[in-house]
């Protein structure tokens, strides 16, 4: 297999989707070694580092890439295979920004209040144990949590030429901000541009659902991923991501209000189960609603983001996509 | 333990939370074994049953009280153990109702679509392997799904006076729809009048989060649990409501959008956390960011409900209303 | 034409839609003049009177009802031609009630933040110029405004057995802060109980659209209408509120978000403007398109409510309801 | 003073906000007189194009721009005067786009509906009668309406590096829909990139507010318009889009819900009137609660769009922004 590491300078960082020359080109089957910077750019260090003083609203989220996939054309299906994701730093940060978050006003729940205080969480990592700790700020209270490694963003260039934020998540992926984007699972996306210009980025350690106060354990990411290319004339593409894991399939939606997030997700949940079964799309509702998990992603992002998630040992058994994702899982064990 | 067991006469059935009167006067600490009918008042039997031709609106989600429980007064919590959940039926149902689900336009989301078909289906009950059977209705395919019984409404009378109708969900529980309302937990209610005057129903042998097209596996359930009050000066009610497993603390909150729905049970969390371990507001938001699950409990009711639930297994072990839940375990397990 | 005059005593105010017994019975055509207390029962008469401190959050928003209509059954249309309303205090009282208003956190929209502060204004009612002043609290600024009479609350009974707060707008009309509601208009309300028993209050001496921080300049109303009843047998009761005055059709939705309110509001106008003038749906949404006015009611109740409007100068003449609004405007005018 | 005169070539149309290269740049107080195609780009003629036949999604809203104003630099005010709007077409045209439109499932608001019916209405122009003329499709109806011409979208490149479809309305202007931006009116957006980048599209010859359906009558037209800057130095940009009239200030937010949309505009009111009026932010809100208008914009967009709006009768004489508007006014009268 072709192999590729990249490590981005602070200068190829990319702060959108869309909009940004590639910074490399892979073929389908490319094995990618990344290291993705954390949202804040790694300017959170200690609970003294506050966002009105170290953060600059025009760089957050640095994204690794883009990168273009030879041969990807609009209508086809990006995938991506998240092998591994490991902690690149010894620590994670979390940070109550002024106006950001589902707990208080924003720029658009725009309210008259004074923002929260800013505080400053700093979470040391213990690889032995596999923990992150959560230590209070205002009492005498700690706790160790779970690694738990996801990326917050994974996403394409958007369609309608449009560029968007790596704040924001939408049809093309993004800041999706969802636990279930972890190792192990492949990721599916619609390929708007030539070259579909992927990037990912965003690590968190851990991160409950919801992300309520708006940041999650952020860290610099070790990440390795298999890129592959689904034509248009083998399958559609999907018109919102979904992500098929060992046990699971999942769409997930991004939209506000947040009942628009999980319709979406749930449409199209509903479209891919009628692929895979044969299913009339009254059946596959009526079965959605009997065996959905909706567990949410985000509600703090500029886009809301609702998962929908159907246990595949409900199903008969099916390989969607040819069994891509079985097949991405054994090229992932032998590295 | 004093026992009570009713089954309600068509008569007694109670369509609203308050405004009525209660149908028996309990003691805590009453082991009450109850049957309560299914969300169609065992209307839809059959697949040829349609919800036009056979259901009345002014008759859905009838309910099992409401019940007095002797001492309750407001600024109490009403405490309902559900110790078991067993179908009363051999099967269930579940249907499109037009104008109404997930998925379609509906009295508030008031567009000028068609109705989605009427469309009806029945799960027959397999008791020895505890599964209730899918059917599609358009295509030749069937699936076995594990029963999984839960209660859509667990409520008591409401605040300022107010009479709601068993259809909706709000700071006095109601129709949730949340799968967690199943045997083994315990639920917190706030007493908003003498009495609490609280009832059951809408038994579900099994439901995916969200209740995405309305109706989950519909049926009439055997219910028994055990019913306690804490008084207002051991603990001060909930605002919402709240549930307690063996591994998890809960909180549902219901409201539109279902972002607000999300942040009521958000914020209950956040009280209940800094109420078990002393922690700021600011500080449990922040832990809460990087622990909470957040499944959906129903998007179609009148008011959309959302969950907030914390792993036990993260916190340091407290003891929530003075252990009550174990020791309601323990007496459950006594029966 | 009968005759009836009404002061309610503290002790007869309703706090209700629904559940209270009614305080007169009315034969169809009764001329009604009718005293109404102001939102906070009189009791924020100087801006050192503070919400917390004086208001009692089960007793808003009184009601002066509710009165029966003799014959009136589900199905029937109440009528109440708003004939005069004129302050009945020589003050207007507004004021920052905590975590209530349209651009802070509440308890549906619940943030983390702390309340606003509470701060009061008194506004002087000046007769002769037919103004209130407005006085800043925190600057040296006032102006002279005009007073523009309305009812925040015009409703009935609600269906479903339901009882709803004096704070809650709904499809029985009810709190919608509506700047429309006022002298001159015509009110038509679905009956859901027998005698509609409606009841009306929450005088403003004038109010912005959308009801900003919640509360408008409250006062005191000497009210005078005329009740009349449309039989379901001459016209089917509106699914929601219309108003009609001599230049105008307005319908109300009340819901959230409130594009569902808005969504309700155009849809029974549509109903509205196919009943007129024969308009298949499609055609009257595409006129509604370019003709609607949608000035928004209130966006700080339980539910928002938002209202449609369209011209008559714009339509064919057509007599609504066989031309009782022009009838009742001349009855109004010999009285 | 100097003008400008343009009129684009089909291939010189701009699709986004950002992102292209300007067709024009012109000095601060150039007078531009300008030619916009309608939103269809000309495509719908007769009520026999239908726009799945016609239309093509990518190809939707043509700009005409975007023009660099000479020595724009963010953190400026971009002033735009709108002195004519006329109709340069015989004919308008509304349509009914499948999943688009306020009261029907669209992308966002995903729902299992088939679309509405495709349906097309021409309406003729009579320039000696200053109408338009709506003809039902399926009754023998028709009326005429008074034009009312006004632009949809005025917008310059956005912040944050983003690029957004014509589409789009946000902080930076563009796909407003709002019948406040007619003849006559001042508009004020944030300068975002330097030389602005302003474009200026979708001609409607009338709307209603929310324009329901979609597509209000939408027609080219022939604009004319003096642009101006107002340095950093002088005033603060403003954060979201100002339109001054000589009797009102107006504001418009865009976002979801529609109530996010509503609270943008009325925070940017207060602010506004805080600046010009000395007023505590507190003192502004109550002010505004009892002087707001609040018309719907569109709640068909990807964002939705409300207008707050004060009569500049019932506030003492003051001159934003130096009396910028009237001195435009002066100009405009001497073309």
Known sequence: MAELEFTPTPEQYAWTFGGVAPVREVEPGTVMRLWCDDAFGGRIRAVTDLPSAVLDARFLNPQTGPFAVRGAEPGDTL?????????????????????????????????????????????????????????????????????????????????????????????????????????????????????????????????????????????????????????????????????????????????????????????EMISWLGTLHGLDRLDAYELLTQISLAPLANVVDTNYSAVTKVSKAFLPRVDPYGGLHADLRARAASL
């Open 79 to 267: 995938v991506l295979h998240l092998v591994d994701l490991t902690p690149a730093r010894e620590w994670g940060a979390s940070t109550l920004v002024p106006f950001f978050g589902g707990l208080t006003g924003t720029d658009r729940t725009a309210l008259l209040d004074d923002p929260l205080p800013e505080l400053t969480w700093i979470y040391e990592l213990d690889r032995a144990r596999n923990t992150v700790t959560f230590v209070a700020r205002r009492s005498d209270f700690s706790v160790d949590l779970p690694v738990a490694p996801m990326l917050g963003t994974v996403g394409v260039a958007p369609a309608a030429r449009e560029v968007r934020s790596s704040l924001t998540p939408d049809a093309f992926g993004g800041n999706m901000d969802t636990p279930e984007m972890r190792a192990g699972v492949t990721c599916y996306l619609p390929v708007n541009e030539p070259g579909a210009l992927f990037s990912v980025g965003d690590g968190h350690y851990r991160q409950g659902e919801g992300e309520s106060c708006g940041t999650a354990v952020e860290g610099a990411m070790d990440v390795t991923l298999i890129v592959e290319l689904v034509k248009a004339d083998v399958a559609p593409a999907p018109l919102w991501p979904r992500i098929e894991s060992d046990e699971e399939l999942i769409t997930v939606g991004s939209s506000r209000p947040l009942e628009d997030a999980w319709r979406i997700g749930q449409k």
